[in-house]
């Protein structure tokens, strides 16, 4: 399973960015999906995750922000950012819960992809 992210990079506070993630290889069934950002010295901190059934929760300091989404169809989620601010400035990461083909379920991360919010 192989995650590719996109969309990230620089944008002034207020501005609005959109993170794509699509999901490849030998998958049978994605279950949660989420992303997560980190910044050096931190831990890696969840942003917002949404179930198969379309589920979302979001980390407080984003939410009324952010908005999660996936397409199914296209085993793809989306993180629509508003309202940016420099503290969220960080490396974004891609997450799914996964089932592949032969029937093992695991977590797998996508490579990260920097925003960057300046004042």
């Known amino acids: 399973v192989q995650l590719q992210a996109s969309g990230g990079g620089l944008a002034q506070a207020g501005g609005s960015l959109r993170l794509s993630c699509a999901a490849s290889?030998?998958?049978?069934?994605?279950?949660?999906m989420g992303w997560y950002r980190q910044v050096p010295g931190k831990e890696r901190e969840l942003v917002a995750a949404?179930?198969?059934?379309?589920?979302?929760n979001y980390a407080d300091s984003v939410k009324g922000r952010f908005s999660i989404s996936r397409d199914n169809a296209k085993n793809t989620v989306y993180l629509e950012m508003n309202s940016l601010k420099p503290e969220d400035t960080a490396v974004y990461y891609c997450?799914?819960?996964?089932?592949?083909?032969?029937?093992?379920?695991?977590?797998?991360w996508g490579q990260g992809t920097q925003v960057t919010v300046s004042s």
């Open positions: 997450n799914i819960d996964a089932t592949s083909i032969w029937g093992a379920r695991g977590k797998y």
């Open positions: 290889g030998s998958i049978f069934s994605i279950n949660a």
């Open positions: 949404i179930t198969s059934g379309g589920s979302t």
